[in-house]
């Protein structure tokens, strides 16, 4: 069953157009990886998923209904939830402080304290302690804790090693098998090509605000992705 549904998509900021016609489908309980360099446009389509920026031209439907023109709070309590690059967590509250302002939404779901401690061990460890006092890797840690805590079903990750040390990337990407277990379908943007073939079903490579390339990890080799990558 497709959950989530953009067609044609053009955004704009100002005379800048950073997404061309963009197409993107993923299924109910898919993992899907986005990847590109900087400025491939990976960060905007999420933001439009998320209702952050207004489109310019076409269409993005979640569970069959168009939420084009959807406030982004709206969104939240039908279920889309965004961990936005830079994690953006309330520095002057403890961890879990934090992961409770998730919960705003009162989506009823698998997803509690408890469970976000048991698949974030580093989250868990640090829930008494203040925004100000994590590290970039802890910071992430409670961002995504946070967006479970509103029980989505499509869970979108903006790019979620950037600026982080390997061992801590390592960490955060083990507990994606508890997150879908769940039934959370994922959208996750990434740089790291290595991360995203590891914990995809597909993967969609962007360029200049197009989608270049698209499969199966398996079916794709690497001279496909660094030529679509790089634009070679």
């Known amino acids: 069953m497709t959950l989530l549904q953009v067609s044609g998509l053009d955004v704009h900021y100002g005379d800048f157009q950073a997404l061309y016609s963009m197409d993107l489908t993923v299924a109910e309980g898919e993992t899907l990886a986005v990847i590109g360099a900087n400025g491939a446009g990976k960060s ?11 489109p310019s031209a076409g269409e993005i439907s979640f569970d069959g209904t168009s939420v084009t023109t959807l406030a982004a709070h709206k969104r939240v309590p039908l279920g889309i939830a965004l961990t936005p690059e830079g994690r953006r967590i309330f520095k002057s509250l403890t961890v879990e402080e934090n992961l409770l302002v998730g919960a705003h939404a009162k989506r ?21 302690r203040v925004g100000t006092n994590l ?9 995504i804790g946070r967006a479970l805590m509103s029980n989505p079903r499509l869970l979108l990750l903006d ?3 950037l600026g982080l040390a390997p061992v801590v ?7 994606l098998p508890a997150i879908t277990s769940q039934g959370t379908t994922v959208l996750v943007v990434e ?12 993967v969609q490579c962007m360029l200049e605000g197009r989608t270049v390339l698209e499969g199966a990890p398996a079916d794709l080799t690497r001279d496909q992705i660094a030529s679509a990558y790089f634009g070679i």
């Open 135 to 143: 590290s970039g890797g802890e910071q992430q840690a409670a961002a």
């Open 44 to 54: 905007t389509l999420l933001k439009a998923i998320a209702g952050l920026v207004a």
């Open 108 to 128: 009823k779901g698998p997803w509690n304290l408890a469970r976000v401690y048991e698949a974030f061990p580093l989250v868990a460890d640090r829930k008494d």
């Open 191 to 202: 740089q790291d090509v290595n991360q995203s073939m590891k914990v995809a079903d597909r």
């Open 169 to 175: 990337i390592e960490q955060i990407y083990a507990a």
């Open 159 to 161: 790019e979620v090693s």
